[in-house]
């Protein structure tokens, strides 16, 4: 296929996800044969932290803004056999309207925040998606499966929504022989609705055990943060470094924003990264989280600090070992970012209904 994506960024991770889940996809996507043109808006913040400024296995173009995507880029976006617009994308209602009228070919919106989204939505924020733009786009790819992709064609009339979870690459992310720096660590970009969770399931436990060695990196933490002295920050870790992060851990965290609890059914890449490194993973819960790990044998669940001290001070090692192992076993079976592109392929052959009347996908 000839692919058009128009995303947040590809090449720069700084302060988003958005930028791993697009290098895994396009990569496995171009090995499969397909051709992709990436297409991201040029905005300072990501411009002075391009950590991939030319992605080897597609072709990224810049642009300035909307004015400038629609001179030079409607000719690909009309001959494209598939376009694919990101959430969070600047002007996203305005490039939504502008590519379902454009393309010729089939189009998808990629939810890559799917709970947030719709919670934007139910109070009027269409910031980068209005609910009259849903029924345009042919397929709604969402981060979060589950009831909600049922909400999605249902009350918000998209002819075809599929889940398509994060992934990680298995090239970049296994174990290493190394002795843990660190008893737990946690990686993610600051959110109000996470870091209560954050408090109680790291911070609170570093205070508690002062013998014990803990570690946050992640980018937009308020600056009068009170973090115990045993609790290490990182500003950034750009994903090359993310490997030897988490295998610096003996444990690691997941903790999820306060709308993907609520969805349930949204895993994060960070969640996969951990368990291909083979580092077991404490992590709230969800629902959906036992449908992608087995919990207590390959995922451990932490509602309070005191859960999470238990499993710090009391597991013993061959368990905490094979709780790793048993998590990389599963996500190298069904995670990968191969699957996903495998995923995405399947989802362009299904019919979709537009109208009450089915219509064919994209034909190989």
Same mark, same amino acid.
């Given at each position: 296929m000839n692919i058009v994506i128009l995303g947040l960024s590809i090449t720069s991770s700084w302060g988003n996800g958005h930028a791993t889940t697009y290098r895994g996809l396009v990569r496995e996507l171009a090995a499969r044969g397909h051709d992709v043109l990436f297409l991201e808006r040029d905005v300072p913040w990501y411009a002075a932290n391009r950590d991939l400024p030319e992605p080897p296995y597609c072709t990224t173009r810049l642009y300035r803004g909307l004015a400038q995507l629609k001179h030079r880029y409607a000719r690909h976006v009309r001959d494209a056999d598939l376009v694919i617009v990101g959430s969070y994308v600047p002007e996203g209602v305005a490039v939504g309207e502008w590519v379902t009228e454009t393309a010729e070919g089939m189009t998808a919106f990629y939810d890559i925040d799917t709970p947030v989204t719709l919670a934007k939505l139910a109070r009027g924020d269409f910031e980068y998606l209005s609910p009259h733009l849903i029924p345009r786009y042919d397929l709604y790819l969402s981060f979060t499966g589950g009831p909600t992709l049922r909400r999605i064609e249902k009350k918000y009339k998209s002819p075809m929504a599929r889940a398509l979870y994060c992934s990680f690459d298995p090239e970049h992310y296994f174990p290493e022989r190394r002795r843990p720096r660190w008893d737990l660590g946690y990686l993610g970009t600051y959110s109000d609705d996470r870091q209560p969770a954050v408090d109680e399931l790291l911070v609170e436990p570093a205070r508690k055990w002062k013998d014990g060695h803990f570690v946050v990196a992640g980018p937009q933490y308020p600056a009068d943060i009170a973090w115990p002295k045993n609790v290490r920050r990182i500003e950034h870790l750009a994903p090359r470094e993310h490997r030897a992060f988490y295998n610096a851990q003996r444990f690691a965290l997941n903790v999820t924003r306060a709308e993907m609890i609520r969805a349930g059914w949204s895993p994060s890449v960070r969640l996969f990264?951990?368990?291909?490194?083979?580092?077991?993973?404490?992590? /709230? +819960? +969800?629902?959906? &989280? /036992?449908? &992608?790990f087995e919990p207590e044998r390959e995922i451990l669940i932490a509602e309070t600090s005191s859960d999470v001290m238990r499993y710090l001070r009391k597991l013993d090692e061959r368990e905490r070992r094979a709780i790793g192992a048993r998590a990389r076993e599963r996500?190298?079976?069904?995670?990968?970012?191969?699957?996903?592109a495998r995923e995405l392929e399947s989802y362009t052959q299904q019919p979709v209904r537009c109208n009450g009347l089915a219509s064919h996908g994209i034909t190989a």
């Open positions: 990264e951990a368990a291909a490194c083979g580092v077991p993973i404490i992590s /709230d +819960w +969800w629902d959906g &989280l /036992d449908s &992608l996500v190298l079976h069904e995670h990968t970012a191969a699957h996903r």
